[in-house]
C-alpha cells in the first residue's frame, strides 16, 4: 500500500507570485483614478468627470486574483479620497488608510471563489452595496465620490433619495459593471469579449459629457421680480461700499455684510450704528455679524423696523438669528456653514468671518450647503472676506464671486442679482429619505465582508484537507502460477 500526497502549499504561493508578478499595470490603472477624482472634486468645471472617475480602479482591480485585486484596491482607493480632500485640515489620514484597507478587503473578497460563483449581473450590485457600507462607515463626505454631482442636472435629484455613501455605491456598481462584462471570468460563464464592457465604459464617459456640457451649455436663470441684493465683499468699510453701490440700485434693495472683527467694544457698536443708520436713510435692509473681540452679535436692521440682534460669547458655541420675520420674508441669520439647517425659514443669510480656506475647501462648502438646499428648497446667500454666493432653492448657484475679484462684483461688492424667492410646495427634509439605507450599510458590509472571509477560509481548509486525505494504492496482484497440466494416470 502506497500513500500519495500532494504539494498544495507550494502551489498556493506560486499562485500568490504570479499573481503580483501579473499586477504592476494594474496598479497603475488604479492610481489612474485618484487625478480623475481630484479633477472632479476640486474644479468648478470639471465635475462631471466623477461618474467614470471609478472605472479605471474597477477595471484594474477586477480579475486579478483575491491578492493583487485586494491590494490594487487598497492603493486605489485610499490614493483617491487623498487626491480629493488633501485640503482638509487636520487631514484624516487615519480615514484613507482605513478607507483602503476595507476596499481593499471588497476587492479582495470579490475574487474569492464563493464570490465568483455569483451571476455576473450580480457580482456588480454585491460589490456597489459593499462600498457604499464601507464610504457609511469611514464617513467622510469630501472623500466621497460623485460628492460634485450635486452641479448635475441628471443627478441633482437623487440626493434628495439617497445621501453621499449610497452615492458613491452606485458609482462603483456602474464603473464594476463594466469591468466584468470587459473580464467575463466567472465560474461557469462564457466570455462575452472584452468589447460589450469597453462599450459599456464609453456609454458612461458619453454620459458625463452629455451630463457635462448639457449644464455648461444651460444658463442658470437669474432671479426675476425680487428685491436688489447687494452681498457686500470687503469687510474693510462695509457701509462705505454699501454706500457706493447703492446710487445705481435705489431704494428697498437688500444688503449682508460679511463678519466684521474688531478689537474692541466701542468700535463693534460703531459699526452696528452705521447699519442701523444706513438701513434707515437708505429705507434697506442690512445683516451683518460684528466682533468686539470677546463677543459675537448677528444683527438684522430692516429699514426703521426695531432691529434683531443676538449676542453670544466668542468662545461659545455659534447661535443664529432664527424665524426673523423681516421685509424679505421669514429670515435666519447664521455665520457658520455647518449650522445653517432650517426649520421655517424662507430664506438663509450668512455672513462669515473667515474665507473657506482656499479654492478647494470654498467649492465643497458651497456644494455641501447646496445639497442642503436641495433638502429644504429655501435659498441661501452667503457673504465672507473675498467673496459671496447666491443658490436658488434648487441647488443652482446663481452667483459667486472670489477673492473680491469677477465680472459680478462692482467696488468690492456682489450685485448683479436679485433676492432668490423660496420654492413654494416643497415638502422639507432634514436627511434623505433613504438615509436609513446607509445606516443599514455601514452596519452590514463589514458583516458581509467577515462571513464571506470565513465562508472562504472554511472552504479552502476543506478543499485543502480533502487534496491532501491519504489515497490507498492497492499493490498489483501477483500473476496467477502456471498451472501445470494434468498427468494421465496410467
Same mark, same amino acid.
Given at each position: ?25 494594474? !496598479?497603475?490603472?488604479? =492610481? ?19 461618474? !467614470? ?5 474597477? !477595471? ?383 452596519? =452590514?458590509?463589514?458583516?458581509? =465582508? ?13 478543499? =485543502? ?26
Amino acid at each position: 500500500m502506497a500513500i500519495v500526497r500532494g504539494d498544495e502549499e507550494r502551489q498556493f504561493f506560486g499562485e500568490l507570485l504570479d499573481q503580483l508578478k501579473r499586477s504592476p499595470w494594474r !496598479f497603475i490603472g488604479a =492610481l489612474i483614478s485618484a487625478p480623475l477624482l481630484w479633477v472632479s472634486a476640486n474644479t468648478h468645471d470639471w465635475w462631471a468627470v466623477g461618474w !467614470f472617475a471609478l472605472a479605471p480602479l474597477c !477595471f484594474a482591480a477586477t480579475g486579478g486574483g483575491w491578492l493583487a485585486s485586494g491590494l490594487v484596491g487598497l492603493v486605489g482607493f485610499a490614493a483617491g479620497a487623498a487626491a480629493q480632500c488633501y485640503w482638509l485640515t487636520p487631514l484624516p489620514i487615519g480615514s484613507f488608510v482605513l478607507l483602503g484597507l476595507l476596499a481593499g478587503l471588497v476587492c479582495g473578497a470579490m475574487e474569492a471563489p464563493l464570490m465568483m460563483r455569483l451571476p455576473l449581473l450580480v457580482r456588480p450590485l454585491v460589490f456597489g452595496l459593499l462600498i457604499a457600507g464601507v464610504y457609511a462607515l469611514v464617513a467622510v463626505p469630501a472623500a466621497m465620490p460623485g460628492e460634485a454631482l450635486v452641479n448635475s442636472a441628471m443627478a441633482r435629484g437623487l440626493f434628495r433619495i439617497i445621501d453621499l455613501p449610497v452615492l458613491a455605491g452606485l458609482l462603483a456598481l456602474i464603473a464594476r459593471l463594466a469591468s466584468e462584462l470587459y473580464n467575463g471570468k466567472g465560474e461557469g460563464e462564457r466570455r462575452l469579449g472584452g468589447w460589450v464592457g469597453m462599450l459599456v465604459a464609453g456609454l458612461i464617459v458619453l454620459w458625463a459629457a452629455i451630463d457635462g456640457l448639457g449644464v455648461k451649455l444651460s444658463a442658470v436663470e437669474k432671479p426675476e421680480g425680487g428685491r436688489q441684493l447687494i452681498i457686500v465683499t470687503s469687510p474693510a468699510d462695509p457701509e462705505k461700499t454699501t454706500r457706493e453701490v447703492l446710487g445705481a440700485l435705489g431704494r428697498g434693495s437688500v444688503a449682508l455684510w460679511p463678519a466684521v472683527e474688531t478689537d474692541s467694544r466701542a468700535k463693534a457698536d460703531e459699526i452696528l450704528a452705521g447699519a442701523e443708520n444706513l438701513a434707515r436713510e437708505k429705507q434697506l435692509m442690512v445683516a451683518l455679524t460684528v466682533s468686539d473681540g470677546k463677543n459675537w452679535r448677528a444683527a438684522i436692521y430692516d429699514r426703521a423696523e426695531k432691529p434683531v440682534i443676538k449676542e453670544w460669547g466668542i468662545d461659545a458655541p455659534p447661535e443664529r438669528v432664527e424665524n426673523a420675520q423681516t421685509s424679505a420674508g421669514k429670515l435666519l441669520m447664521g455665520t457658520r456653514w455647518d449650522q445653517l439647517g432650517t426649520s421655517d425659514e424662507e430664506i438663509v443669510f450668512a455672513s462669515h468671518a473667515k474665507a473657506p480656506g482656499g479654492d478647494s475647501a470654498e467649492v465643497f462648502q458651497l456644494r455641501q450647503t447646496r445639497r442642503r438646499t436641495l433638502l429644504e428648497g429655501v435659498p441661501q446667500v452667503h457673504a465672507w472676506p473675498g467673496g459671496g454666493a447666491v443658490i436658488d432653492p434648487q441647488a443652482r448657484l446663481v452667483e459667486r464671486a472670489s477673492s473680491g475679484t469677477g465680472g459680478t462684483t462692482v467696488k468690492g461688492a456682489l450685485i448683479n442679482t436679485r433676492m432668490p424667492r423660496p420654492e413654494q410646495g416643497v415638502s422639507k427634509l432634514y436627511k434623505p429619505q433613504l438615509r436609513w439605507m446607509q445606516d443599514l450599510l455601514a452596519i =452590514l458590509a463589514p458583516l458581509a =465582508l467577515v462571513g464571506v472571509l470565513i465562508a472562504e477560509s472554511v472552504m479552502a481548509a476543506l478543499r =485543502l484537507k480533502s487534496r491532501n486525505a491519504p489515497e490507498l494504492e492497492l499493490d498489483p496482484e501477483p500473476p496467477p502460477e502456471p498451472r501445470m497440466p494434468a498427468q494421465r494416470k496410467k
